[in-house]
């Protein structure tokens, strides 16, 4: 059986063409680590990591491309944000939309600090939409305290696939004095956005998503602002200053304690590389189109119901849907088991999102396209629902 | 002149490489010398009679002249 795989919003596949082969090359011919010697094979793979964060600066419009710290993944660089950043007292800005990769993070931090971290939660709509223009900035200012320091929130739903007005929360705290922190994990390397207009003090991103590159291997971009009030998550060894009792303070290593991932960071390389040729705009304008194809076809189907929004703007490539008068989870399961639909059940990590839908706790089943999949599996994928709930009906 | 920069970090070291790379500079990374000391191991050699301020960012540490096997302090950030 032919897998179709809709499931990149948990992780991309196929990664971009040649990810494995840098990996590989990198295992076989260099191996050596970075920042603790000065022979060839190590200098090289200095060259690499020092190319990947320049290629990472390009793609987040970031001018200082030492401002570019690598982590395991994304939900490591929003841990490093959150506890690096809020201290007793103050008060942070969220949405009902995010992941618990925000989410636990803060709750964890308020329990430590013994409640003593304000966390505002920004309601979302029922389509996972927060408001735009005048009503948004009524909606920010309404939650504004004088101990108000930032506001951290995600580019796009993980579970319904809504972008939210991330510029214009950007510029509300550049007005406010307030740091911005944007999750991209459903949006790096998809979502042709400029970076460089929306001036984030951190932008988190991780490289097995959208960016196409392998598991273990995510960042942040900072600003030098932010970065040197920022508190490192690790601290340990960078094979710089080592005579100093503390972390150094010069970036990238004042975040990059210890061995990284180089492996992980030769398959981002090749992975940008093949997105820089490509075009960030083909590959979003191929998801959306589609997205747009799946939604049509499925309005069609009885027994469907779309969760979030019908319409392809402000949207990614990731689709909920709910089957009315069914279990999902057998749904989805069947569609894997029995059409090789690879697709993601439940509540995909991010509960109060599932709350502002109207989806929780039965969660919903998630499609997610790539620019890799094609309208034939789209029509394909939707043949095989309308098969299983055909079964189902009989039964 | 014969230089020897000094970095912060080996971002810092690279940055350099490269930045005087595209100026066509002659250039080789090296361990730091052991008489000298910097917060990351290796340096940048590197040759110019011109007036080599116009170079140095906030990475470099230290920048040396040789001359004689000697090495001679002429900047250090603060």
């Known amino acids: ?203 988190a991103f991780t490289g097995h998503k959208g960016l196409l590159g392998p598991q273990g291997i995510g960042g942040v971009v900072l600003s030098t602002k932010l970065s040197s009030i920022l508190e490192p998550l690790v601290t340990g060894g960078t094979g710089s200053s080592s005579e100093a009792d503390f972390q150094p303070v010069h970036m990238p290593d004042r975040f990059e304690a210890g061995t990284l991932n180089l492996p992980g960071i030769y398959g981002l390389n090749s992975s940008l590389n093949y997105l820089k040729k490509l075009n960030i705009r083909t590959i979003m304008d191929k998801e959306l189109s589609l997205t747009k194809y799946f939604l049509e076809l499925i309005a069609d189907i009885n027994g469907v119901e779309l969760i979030g929004s019908a319409s392809t703007t402000y949207r990614t490539a990731v689709v909920s849907l709910n089957f009315i008068g069914m279990d999902n989870a057998s749904l989805s399961y069947k569609l894997a088991t029995a059409f ?41 994928t939707v043949k095989s629902i309308k098969q299983c709930l055909l079964e189902e009906n009989k039964h | 002149m014969e230089y020897l920069a000094l970095f912060y970090t080996t971002f810092g070291s690279i940055k350099f490489k490269k930045q005087l790379l595209k100026m066509d500079m002659e250039v080789e990374v090296l361990p730091v010398p052991r008489m000298l000391s910097s917060g990351c191991g290796v340096a940048v050699k590197f040759f110019s009679d011109e007036d080599v301020s116009s170079l140095l960012d906030e990475t470099v540490e230290k920048l040396y002249s040789k001359n004689h096997d000697e090495y001679f302090l002429i900047s250090e950030s603060k």
């Open chain 1, 340 to 380: 090789g639909i690879t697709n993601r059940c439940g509540l995909h990590c991010a509960p109060l999102a599932h709350k502002t839908l109207g989806t929780f706790p039965q969660g919903t089943v998630r499609f997610s396209f790539s620019h890799f999949n094609t309208q034939d599996e789209v029509e394909y």
């Open chain 1, 1 to 203: 059986m032919k897998r179709i795989y809709l499931d990149n919003a948990a992780t991309s596949f196929p990664k971009a063409p040649n990810v494995g082969h840098a990996i590989y090359a990198y295992l076989t011919n260099i191996g050596s680590n970075i920042n603790r010697g000065a022979y060839q094979e190590a200098m090289e793979a200095e060259e690499t990591v020092f190319d990947t964060r320049e290629l990472l600066a390009e793609l987040f419009s970031c001018s200082n491309s030492e401002n570019i710290v690598f982590t395991k993944n994304i939900t490591e660089s929003l841990n490093l944000l959150i506890k690096g950043l809020f201290k007793p007292g103050d008060h942070v800005l969220t949405t009902s939309m995010e992941h618990n990769a925000v989410l636990r993070p803060l709750n964890h931090l308020k329990a430590k600090y013994s409640g003593s971290l304000d966390i505002s939660i920004l309601p979302c709509n029922q389509y996972g939409e927060l408001p735009r223009a005048e009503a948004l900035e009524t909606l920010l200012t309404s939650y504004l305290t004088p101990h108000s320091k930032a506001v951290i929130m995600t580019h796009a739903s993980n579970v319904c696939g809504t972008i939210l007005p991330v510029d214009e929360v950007s510029s509300f705290c550049h007005r406010h004095g307030l740091f911005f922190i944007i999750d991209t994990a459903q949006t790096a390397g998809t979502h042709n956005y400029d970076f460089g207009k929306l001036d984030a003090d951190a932008i």
